[in-house]
């Protein structure tokens, strides 16, 4: 693989992280959910260059896949629920925005040093692909903890998985049949948190998980 | 030869800094819908400023009539040791790009004491909002040198430039962050939207406009010139870190160095352009939200550094 080809990879995977951080900074739903399809867009184009470069047309299935369902469906079908739902439209935090974002540098500093020992022996590419689909995992995990709205929690599980297929496309040999089976789970999951939507909200007037915690506090 | 060049270049950047802040609002009405004036229409307000009696507030000091030529000098002086066209610069042997920060953090810290002086309300809340913005902005901008300066091994801002040009050193994801954050800085240190608005004089959110409300005539002249000509300095320090390609080198003749004068004019033009259509799409930000877009400045130039051990080189 030439210098380029690679540098490209990176800037795509390292684009791919920046989203995760906007996703984190955004304090307006359509705006975390607008950010949440570039990340789509970013994550396809990267599929799409590592099918070129690695001269794997499987890839291209998994960036028509990123494509269709990151950018186009779920971008589509979440602000029809933000809108038929009728929420608040601000992102409720647990936690504020600059704290957030200080425990996302801590967690890139993290991976870096979880990735740096394991990976030694392996190609340098691996190294630094594994190093930041593990940040963009780590900081999906991070908005769904720091995050009260279900939108926002769910957004920050697709995002997780974003990582994940990052991973998946950099790394040489990956089966189809993985990737395809992760995607769909993802689909089904969506599906499922779509129907937990609707069934909170009429149960509760509302999509902040705090009132879950509430109602399991009072028992049975 | 090179001392030539040194204070063409010194005569040149004073020079276009009106041009340049014109052409931004220019592009802006235009992009509105809106006539605009022309692009030469600031000289004339210098001019017109020039020519007006200054009007001192009576309670202040001698810190007051003083600072705005300080200033300007001291912007003038950071963009004797930005290479713009050239970089053949004698100057910038005595200075490197923590440096150049310092200038940069001096003339603002100047401003500042001047406001204050003044004594007025208004102004005090626009230096303590500068305080605010300068406070995040500073250790953003510190951690893109490091990381230009990491991969560089060297702090030189000629030498930087002119090791991008031999040996370029590919796109690395920590260039790319380091740009972003840099640009991030450069909006907030110019008080352009979303940081601050540089359009109005009548809205309680400003920041720069507040601090120089009380000054008028020749000094608010030096004022708006240093403001002008920090714009300058930004956009040629933005292209020298990252895209320093058209560049006369350091012992290249006369030829080559005029040659090198209409691509930093089409760099201008284009840093121009993009910040009036970027200005022209985005709503101005609340104060409070500052703390975390330049926060998101730090973030990046942190992610920077970080990235460089990880890549590959190191």
Not at chain 1, 180 to 191: G, K, Q, T
Not at chain 2, 156 to 178: K, T
Not at chain 2, 238 to 247: D, E, K, R, Y
């Amino acid at each position: 693989m030439t210098d380029l080809s690679y540098d490209i990879a990176h800037l795509l995977a390292g684009s791919t992280l920046l989203l995760s951080f906007a996703l984190l900074y955004q304090r307006r739903l359509t705006a975390v959910i607008k950010v949440f399809a570039v990340q789509g867009l970013v994550l396809a184009a990267a599929a799409a260059w590592q099918a070129h470069v690695q001269a794997a047309p499987h890839l291209y299935l998994t960036a028509a896949i990123a494509f269709g369902l990151k950018t186009l469906a779920i971008p589509v079908a979440l602000n029809r629920i933000v809108r038929r739902l009728g929420i608040h439209r601000t992102v409720e935090t647990a936690l504020g925005i600059a704290p957030t974002m200080l425990a996302g540098v801590a967690l890139v500093a993290l991976t870096i040093m979880l990735v740096l020992p394991i990976a030694q022996g392996s190609a340098l590419l691996t190294r630094e692909t594994i190093a930041i689909a593990l940040a963009v995992v780590l900081l999906g995990l991070l908005m769904m903890i720091t995050r009260r709205n279900a939108v926002t929690q769910v957004i920050g599980f697709m995002s997780l998985e974003n990582g994940l297929i990052l991973a998946a496309v950099g790394v040489q040999g990956m089966p189809l049949v993985v990737e395809m089976s992760v995607a769909f789970s993802v689909l089904v999951a969506f599906l499922i948190f779509g129907v937990f939507f609707f069934q909170i909200r009429e149960r509760f007037d509302s999509l902040d998980l705090q009132y879950l915690e509430d109602a399991r506090d009072r028992g049975p | 030869m090179s001392a030539i060049v040194q204070v063409l270049h010194l005569a040149l950047l004073l020079a276009l800094a009106p041009g340049l802040t014109g052409l931004v609002r220019w592009i802006k009405a235009r992009a509105l819908g809106r006539a605009g004036p022309a692009p030469w229409q600031p000289y004339r307000d210098l001019r017109r400023l020039m020519l007006k009696t200054p009007i001192v507030v009576e309670t202040s000091g001698p810190l007051y009539t003083a600072v705005p030529y300080v200033q300007l000098a001291a912007i003038w002086l950071a963009a004797g040791l930005v290479p713009a066209f050239s970089l053949a610069l004698p100057l910038a042997q005595a200075g490197d790009l923590i440096v150049l920060t310092g200038i940069l953090a001096l003339s603002r810290f100047l401003l500042m004491l001047a406001s204050l002086d003044a004594g007025t309300a208004f102004a005090g809340i626009g230096a303590s909002r500068e305080m605010m913005i300068g406070a995040l902005a500073e250790p953003a901008m510190l951690l893109v040198v490091f990381t230009v300066a990491v991969l560089v091994q060297t702090s030189s801002l000629p030498a930087i430039a002119a090791h991008f040009i031999a040996e370029p050193v590919g796109l690395r994801v920590s260039l790319g962050m380091a740009l972003v954050a840099l640009v991030m800085v450069a909006i907030a240190e110019n008080g352009r939207i979303p940081i601050d608005n540089p359009a109005t004089h009548l809205e309680l959110t400003m920041v720069h406009e507040a601090m120089v409300l009380d000054y008028s005539g020749r000094h608010l002249a030096a004022i708006e010139l240093a403001a002008m000509l920090k714009l300058v300095v930004w956009l040629a320090l933005i292209q020298a870190l990252f895209v320093p390609f058209g560049m006369a080198g350091a012992d290249a003749g006369l030829a080559a160095t005029a040659a090198a004068l209409p691509v930093f004019a089409a760099k201008l033009v284009a840093g121009a352009t993009a910040l009036a259509l970027f200005e022209v799409g985005i709503a101005k930000m609340r104060v409070f939200r500052y703390p975390e877009f330049l926060g998101g400045a730090v973030v990046l130039g942190m992610l920077a550094t970080i990235y460089l051990y990880v890549s590959r080189g190191f």
